[in-house]
């Protein structure tokens, strides 16, 4: 490697090292506050950088949430891909959204600084719904294997049922960051419920 890719590689390290620092600044100060109550000075500051280096890799508070999402995505699709296992349609359906509550417990203050975003930047919103969006073609393609081996009854359009059942967990999440009348549990059993009754044409065992 020559002396000036060396160079280069290093300038690359340390920009992901602050923008690393300015994610992980902002994770902090999402738990102890609201994003309304977060000022990117404080964000900076926490970080070792300068505001400017704040607004070199993000726009404003709402573009670095949507930064901090990628891991809710990955574990996300990791949920989505419970689907496919093993067991009962009841187990892998119920394993998916519990899997899905998981991530909330996990990343609460992130769910909660989305939601808040999400209301006020276009960034956040599409980058939320595109990211609901790439999950309908994995669900889609469940609904029709299920279909094929017999194991699900013909209906709708596979990809309309995937888009409005993702809809229904994006709801379900916005219910647990903003509280609801269900409890937890029943929040659970119930989306459950209408995810195994709208692909098995029956209510969960």
Same mark, same amino acid.
């Given at each position: 490697? %020559?002396?000036?890719?060396?160079?280069?590689?290093?300038?690359?390290?340390?920009?992901? /090292?602050?923008?690393?620092?300015?994610?992980?600044?902002?994770?902090?100060?999402?738990?102890?506050?609201?994003?309304?109550?977060?000022?990117?000075?404080?964000?900076?500051?926490?970080?070792? &950088?300068?505001?400017?280096?704040?607004?070199?890799?993000?726009?404003?508070?709402?573009?670095?949430?949507?930064?901090?999402?990628? +891991?809710?995505?990955?574990? %996300?699709?990791?949920?989505?891909?419970?689907?496919?296992?093993?067991?009962?349609?009841?187990? @892998?359906?119920?394993?998916? &959204?519990?899997?899905?509550?998981?991530?909330?417990? /996990?990343?609460?203050?992130?769910?909660?600084?989305?939601?808040?975003?999400?209301?006020?930047?276009?960034?956040?919103?599409?980058?939320?719904? !595109?990211?609901?969006?790439?999950? &309908?073609?994995?669900?889609?393609?469940?609904?029709?294997?299920? /279909?094929?081996?017999?194991?699900?009854?013909?209906?709708?359009?596979?990809?309309?049922?995937?888009?409005?059942?993702? +809809?229904? !967990?994006?709801?379900?999440?916005?219910?647990?960051?903003?509280?609801?009348?269900?409890? @937890?549990?029943?929040?659970?059993?119930? &989306?459950?419920?209408?995810?195994?009754?709208?692909?098995?044409?029956?209510?969960?065992?």
């Amino acid at each position: 490697m %020559s002396r000036e890719e060396v160079a280069g590689s290093s300038v690359l390290a340390r920009g992901d /090292r602050r923008r690393t620092a300015l994610l992980e600044a902002l994770d902090h100060h999402l738990r102890e506050g609201s994003l309304d109550s977060i000022n990117i000075a404080d964000i900076s500051r926490r970080a070792g &950088v300068t505001r400017s280096a704040f607004y070199f890799y993000f726009d404003n508070k709402a573009s670095a949430v949507a930064a901090l999402m990628e +891991e809710m995505y990955a574990e %996300s699709m990791v949920a989505a891909d419970l689907l496919r296992g093993e067991g009962s349609p009841d187990q @892998r359906v119920g394993g998916m &959204v519990r899997a899905l509550f998981g991530s909330w417990d /996990r990343h609460e203050h992130i769910y909660r600084a989305m939601y808040d975003a999400r209301g006020t930047s276009s960034t956040v919103r599409e980058l939320w719904d !595109n990211d609901r969006e790439s999950f &309908v073609p994995v669900v889609a393609e469940v609904i029709e294997a299920e /279909r094929a081996g017999g194991a699900a009854p013909p209906g709708r359009d596979a990809a309309h049922l995937a888009s409005v059942l993702l +809809e229904l !967990n994006d709801r379900m999440l916005e219910r647990l960051a903003l509280g609801g009348p269900l409890a @937890r549990e029943d929040l659970i059993e119930t &989306v459950v419920a209408i995810w195994v009754h709208t692909i098995y044409g029956r209510f969960e065992q």
